[in-house]
């Protein structure tokens, strides 16, 4: 999507702590209103998705713990309502480090606790993550079938489980009134994947997520806006986008099973840069990774 968008940035800054600690720097925090009630935030931590309305705020991720007063603030200029719903897409840190501070920050009462959404397997890591997650950042309504569906602020609100992509816990979400899809770091414009295949993620799995991606999205005239796509860090996409994207993926897929085809090493398939023409496009400081996660999916499977 090429179109100029506008961004309003919000200077937020943070409170100050004890009297012998230094005020904390201020933080940018994006917001861009995207269409229907659903907003994009961007922090340090990646993108965050927020759906505004009477009944309160839902995010698709939450950012990281320290973040959380400057996206708490960023949020009270939306609305004066509490975040009800938390949806994470995984379980990296700055997905769910948010999870117990900001509904906090954002009114939430003591007593209460935001449903935190996730798919069964991100609840099974973090409980088994050493030194030990505190409770608050555990989803407290996980789910283990292929979707989820419920409704807030009278939209239909459905998540998706994406097998064994970025890793076995991935989930997106669509916000089927607004027509806004938050993937998460399944997409990720500008930057190469970060398959975790020590965490169960591969290279189908990530292209069959992408494929479902491009099944949700509807485009409008000249293949553009339509349904708008929030990735876990970048800009603001729609299914043009999201088509480079998969392309790039499944070339470099190719050509790598290429390498590997004639019993090429991991050093020798690094060093031929099966990346090289995407590399100035997208991040090429992790481009080795990308290739080497593909390898080892790649491989495992033969």
Request: net charge negative.
């Amino acid at each position: 999507m090429r179109r100029k968008l506008e961004v309003i940035l919000i200077g937020v800054l943070a409170a100050a702590g004890a009297c012998a600690q230094p005020a904390a720097p201020a933080e940018d925090i994006g917001v861009l209103k995207v269409q229907g009630n659903v907003y994009m935030l961007v922090t340090e931590a990646g993108n965050i998705a927020a759906q505004i309305g009477d009944d309160g705020i839902l995010v698709v991720d939450s950012g990281t713990e320290a973040l959380a007063p400057q996206i708490a603030a960023a949020l009270h200029k939306l609305s004066d309502k509490p975040i009800q719903w938390v949806v994470n897409t995984d379980a990296a840190p700055m997905h769910i480090g948010g999870n117990g501070a900001l509904p906090r920050l954002s009114g939430l009462p003591a007593r209460q606790q935001p449903r935190i959404v996730a798919y069964e397997n991100v609840l099974d890591r973090v409980s088994h993550l050493q030194p030990r997650v505190p409770d608050e950042l555990w989803p407290n309504d996980e789910y283990f079938r292929p979707t989820k569906d419920f409704s807030f602020n009278g939209e239909a609100i459905e998540v998706y489980h994406t097998p064994n992509a970025i890793t076995d816990g991935d989930s997106m979400v669509h916000f089927r009134r607004s027509d806004v899809l938050a993937t998460g770091d399944l997409f990720t414009p500008d930057r190469y994947p970060v398959i975790h295949n020590d965490q169960g993620g591969s290279i189908q799995g990530l292209l069959d997520a992408l494929n479902q991606i491009l099944r949700i999205t509807v485009p409008l005239k000249y293949e553009e806006a339509g349904t708008y796509v929030i990735p876990g860090r970048g800009r603001l996409c729609d299914e043009a986008d999201v088509v480079e994207f998969r392309n790039m993926v499944t070339i470099v897929r190719d050509r790598v099973r290429a390498m590997i085809g004639k019993d090429q090493t991991l050093d020798q398939v690094k060093a031929a840069r099966p990346t090289r023409d995407y590399d100035t496009q997208y991040d090429a400081a992790s481009a080795d990774a990308f290739v080497e996660a593909i390898y080892r999916s790649l491989s495992s499977k033969k």
